[in-house]
């Protein structure tokens, strides 16, 4: 069954240091990868994907992604954390079981918090 | 605005009760989707409108709950006789079906169901 994993239900960075929020999967075959972010009472904001390519994603507000096979993983990386950073962070892979028709499969979500 | 939306934003009933929620995709947005979240848990895939066919179900969506989107526009989620356990968000995405299945989508606000 494919899946994804975000191992951490929470992440404290301070303003200003830089961020990682992690994120495995599991699939057959090749992965579409994505990013999203919730902020309270708003829905899911896409930040990045990845399709093929290079490994290294740049997305929105500075995130980037770096997809990494060996590892199963697409890690969530920001150099630099803002205040404003702080929300609810959902790794999601795309579902490629037979018929399928793009329908996401998201992580439990890793809050994310960047103290002043 | 152009983005998705959702309306009522928070629904509460009473068990037994059927209740409606509609989706606006983003107009020239042929995909859409609908996704049930409960407290700490990542969305979790329903159903599956391209155009006007579903063309998916997710084995979430059980025999009380129905979806249609009658002119491929607007899409309209029922549940019928209401469970305590339906008591989620309900969020709607769509997105374009410009490279295939690896679009990202777009998400609404959510309606907020509360069943007392």
């Known amino acids: 069954a494919q899946s994804v994993a975000q191992p951490e239900d929470q992440v404290n960075v301070a303003e200003g240091n830089p961020l990682t929020v992690k994120c495995t999967y599991s699939v057959s075959g090749n992965p579409y990868l994505f990013w999203y972010v919730q902020y309270p009472n708003r829905g899911l904001q896409f930040l990045l994907k990845?399709?093929?390519?290079?490994?290294l994603v740049k997305g929105s507000y500075g995130f980037e992604a770096e997809f990494n096979k060996s590892q199963t993983s697409f890690h969530l990386k920001k150099p630099s954390a803002l205040v404003s950073d702080s929300a609810l962070y959902f790794c999601a892979v795309r579902d490629r079981n037979g018929g399928s028709q793009g329908n996401l499969i998201f992580g439990k979500g890793t809050k994310l918090s960047v103290k002043p | 605005d152009t983005g998705v939306s959702q309306n009522p934003r928070h629904k509460i009933t009473k068990r037994g009760q059927n209740v409606t929620f509609r989706c606006d995709p983003i107009?020239?947005?042929?995909?859409l989707y609908w996704y049930r979240q409960t407290l700490g848990q990542g969305p979790e895939f329903l159903t599956y409108f391209q155009n006007e066919a579903q063309l998916e179900k997710s084995r979430l969506l059980s025999d009380r709950f129905s979806a249609e989107r009658p002119k491929g526009s607007f899409s309209t989620l029922e549940i019928q006789r209401t469970e305590q356990g339906d008591s989620a968000m309900y969020l709607c995405?769509?997105?374009?079906?410009?490279?295939?299945?690896?679009?990202?989508?777009?998400f609404g606000p959510g309606t907020r169901l509360t069943v007392l």
């Open positions: 995405a769509s997105s374009s079906s410009g490279q295939g299945l690896y679009n990202e989508q777009f």
């Open positions: 990845y399709i093929t390519g290079d490994n």
């Open positions: 107009s020239e947005h042929n995909r």
